[in-house]
């Protein structure tokens, strides 16, 4: 028969001591499997620790790593804004100058209007004082022989020289025979004045003609020396001395 080995007992002591002066050492006695069992336990308690700073200090690196690109982020979308906020207010400034410009324009506009429209009033009312018979309707120096009652009419008696000419700017509405004078002409001036030329000559216009103020309508000859004048005023005869140039 074979004889049994019996496995050998190993006990494990651990010594514990205390700093204190009075304190004594103690001794722990364990077994072989315990002991194993605490180191293995030891270990891991030691490997968690280790684990545990480890993936703490990953951990921080990570949140420092995310803290510094969010702070880079930030600071970079900080000068976006701040060079589009620059850009914004650039362009406000050429915008106030545009507008300044404009409105330096629009104010020099204005004034060219504003001239224009007193040239065109003037203008207006030079057209307006010329559609009015007011000048002497023969050229030269002429005698006033009578003005006669009711169709009133100023005959005029000239020189040979002597050019009868639209007391006012006017458009031919008749030229025809005149039983008194041979012949006449009529000028409506558009504002309810007519005048009527009458004298033996050949008329120098026709129907139809716009004369200006002073344009020729007869010339005088010596056989043709006298002219019949007449001005209507909305259709009725009036006096032509009443027109204060009349009398040249």
Avoid at 21 to 36: I, K, T
Avoid at 64 to 75: F, G, H, M, S, T
Avoid at 188 to 201: E, L, M, S
Wanted: glycine share 8%; with cysteine.
């Amino acid at each position: 028969m074979k004889s049994k080995k019996h496995k050998r007992k190993t006990n494990r002591v651990v010594i514990v001591a205390s700093d204190a002066a009075d304190a004594g050492v103690r001794h722990l006695r364990l077994s072989h499997w315990v002991f194993r069992i605490l180191m293995v336990i030891f270990c891991i308690g030691v490997g968690y620790v280790i684990g545990r700073i480890i993936y703490e200090e990953q951990y921080k690196s990570r949140v420092w790593d995310l803290a510094n690109q969010r702070i880079v982020d930030i600071q970079t979308a900080t000068e976006e804004l701040q060079a589009k906020l620059s850009a914004a207010e650039t362009e406000n400034l050429d915008m106030q100058s545009e507008v300044i410009a404009l409105n330096s324009k629009i104010d020099l506009l204005s004034d060219t209007v504003n001239q224009k429209t007193e040239e065109v009033n003037a203008l207006e009312e030079k057209i307006r004082q010329q559609s009015i018979p007011s000048i002497f309707p023969m050229t030269g120096s002429a005698s006033i022989e009578e003005i006669t009652e009711g169709e009133p009419t100023c005959i005029l008696n000239g020189t040979a020289e002597n050019v009868i000419v639209a007391a006012a700017t006017g458009v031919v509405t008749e030229v025809g025979e005149d039983t008194d004078y041979g012949g006449r002409v009529v000028l409506d001036h558009g504002n309810g004045y007519v005048t009527i030329y009458r004298n033996r000559g050949k008329s120098l216009v026709k129907v139809g003609d716009t004369v200006v103020q002073g344009g020729a309508l007869y010339y005088i000859s010596s056989d043709n020396t006298k002219l019949g004048y007449q001005i209507q005023q909305d259709g009725v005869y009036i006096n032509p001395m009443q027109l204060s140039d009349i009398s040249g």
